[in-house]
Nanobody, 120 residues
């Protein structure tokens, strides 16, 4: 299995910046895709950004130009740098990883989530 532990999050003012980090551990061979999703209160979970093993990225339109995703394959970590945060960015942010386990199975794992609150 894959365990994901997130760090970062908290309260930030409108226009501010924050960086989320996530570290993966467990019995996997390789992590293909890592990313971040978010879920606002009363809303469904939505994609924020993903990054493939060799660096291809995908962003939600709402965060393009403001958020940057990056990963360190050697450390099995993924980070999300968030700039110019807006109240609509307030949500619980979840780390995601799609990995191949030692057993040969594919595994999709989620972190426990970290709250980001943007205050005006």
């Amino acid at each position: 299995q894959v365990q994901l532990v997130e760090s970062g999050g908290g309260l930030v003012q409108v226009g501010g910046s924050q960086t989320l980090s996530c570290a993966a551990s467990g019995g996997f061979i390789i992590i293909a895709t890592m990313g971040w999703y978010r879920q606002a209160l009363g809303e469904e979970r939505e994609l924020v950004a993903t990054i493939a093993r060799f660096g291809d990225t995908n962003y939600a339109d709402s965060v393009k130009g403001r958020f940057t995703i990056s990963r360190d394959n050697a450390k099995n970590t993924v980070s999300l740098e968030m700039n110019n945060l807006q109240p609509e960015d307030t949500a619980v942010y979840y780390c995601y990883a799609h990995a191949m386990l030692l057993s040969g199975e594919n595994s999709k794992a989620w972190g426990a989530g970290t709250q980001v609150t943007v205050s005006s």
